[in-house]
């Protein structure tokens, strides 16, 4: 019997598919944040259990809606396939809309919004039955088979044969109850869908090679301009379009002037292979930085930077440098997107964001802190974003909420050199993104 249980074992791992390279998850949801006709949204595509079958598609808005309805486009790579429909962006709950898809594999999701149309990579993947799963079946519905037999075979008086089928029927039973023991510590196989497993380079593949530019080259204050990121791969040349979706975006654009008086936190629109653009517009003329956040798939985190200017005077504001200031397209004030009055227990949500220490130390981690002006909503994730810059626009941090929950939110940072640094808090609320800035004076750490 022993060693009928270590051959049991044995086939159970056998049967154990290999773990994925990569974390797919088959019947997740797809979450991508997208700027496109004037509208921060994010593209929510839920995990499909079964093909032939529909595919659901909504997108939820972040802003009172202003724009015209997204048309959608979902197409089979492998077969080309196409099915259409049409989605309206909502500001709670979205009206889902079921797209027919006939198969697993790499499809392509077209959004359509005005003039603007963006092409999102994406997998159907559904579970896969596995090894174990038959052996589990198979051994009970083998065990459930001899015990038949061996009852009618005992009842014709036949008891070496009985005891011989009742004993297979004991092997099908252990069969299916090792299997069960095993399931839990066996890895799980790729869904179907998944894409093939492939060995990864040493170190993992290289950073993008990428170009950051403005069209037109110098933009007019007050109209439309595109910023437009190229990404190849150094090595060969060839455009990059194997970028991960991070905190639900294919990328996150941050275009700030150089005084600190505009801010835009945005999500590119990928329009062709390695090529990632978003519209803008900006009122005041001056310099501009772009900062660019993205992750190629078996790479690491990596940050572009481009600069341009706004054609116009140069703006001579003896204010410049202050974070009191426009962020959004036509804005004069950031403290116009936060509610005057208190909260119910007394706090003044129009106060800057205070930290801890008072005075920050290079080089130490340093407690951000605000107040909302009223209940907080998941926004790329997370309920609340800190982007800090230095004053030279050299350097750039993104980091998140800490999970503190409630109308207070907290974030940590370790500001990297002396100096004074511009600061933008950002949370979404039911109905728009508000966007708190403020400077931060960093002091010298003493040994």
Known sequence: MIRLLCLVAVLVLACAAPAAAH???????????????????????????????????????????????????VRSVEDGRTVTGVARPALRDPQYTALRVERTGPHELTLRA????????????VERGSGVEFLIYGGFSVAGLLLVGGLLTGALSRPGRAMAVSGGAAVGVTVAVMAIVFEPMLP????????????????????????????????????????????????TGRPVDDLAVHHEALA?????????????????????????????????PGAYLTHVELEREDSGGQLLTGRFSIGGEEDTDPGGGSARAGIADGADDATADV????????????????????????GRPTTVELDTTGPVRPWLGMSGHLIIRSQDGDFLGHVHEMGSGGSRLRFTFSFPEPGRYLAWAQYALADRIVTVPFTVDVSESVQ
Not at 114 to 125: D, K, T
Not at 199 to 223: D, K
Not at 341 to 356: E, I, K, L, S
């Open 252 to 284: 996150h654009v941050v275009v700030t002037s150089e005084d600190g008086r505009f801010l835009r936190h945005v999500h590119p629109l990928r329009t062709a292979p390695g090529r990632l653009e978003v519209r803008l517009r900006a009122d005041r």
């Open 188 to 235: 799980a196989g790729p869904p179907d869908g998944a894409a093939p497993a492939v060995t990864s380079q040493a170190g993992g593949r290289p950073f993008v090679q990428g170009q950051v530019r403005t069209v037109p080259a110098r933009p007019i204050p007050g109209e439309e301009f595109t910023v437009r990121v190229d990404l190849v791969d150094g090595s």
């Open 23 to 73: 974390n797919v998850s088959a019947g997740a949801d797809l979450r991508i944040a997208q700027t496109i006709a004037g509208m921060e949204v994010t593209v929510v595509v839920k995990g499909t259990t079964r093909v032939p079958g529909p595919l659901r598609i909504g997108v939820i808005a972040f802003e009172p809606v202003t724009g015209p309805p997204i048309e959608l486009a």
């Open 339 to 362: 509610d005057g009055g208190a909260t119910p227990d007394g706090r003044d949500p129009t106060a800057p964001p205070r930290t801890q220490p008072a005075v920050p130390v290079a």
């Open 114 to 125: 005005g003039s603007e149309v963006a092409v999102v990579p994406f997998r159907v993947l």
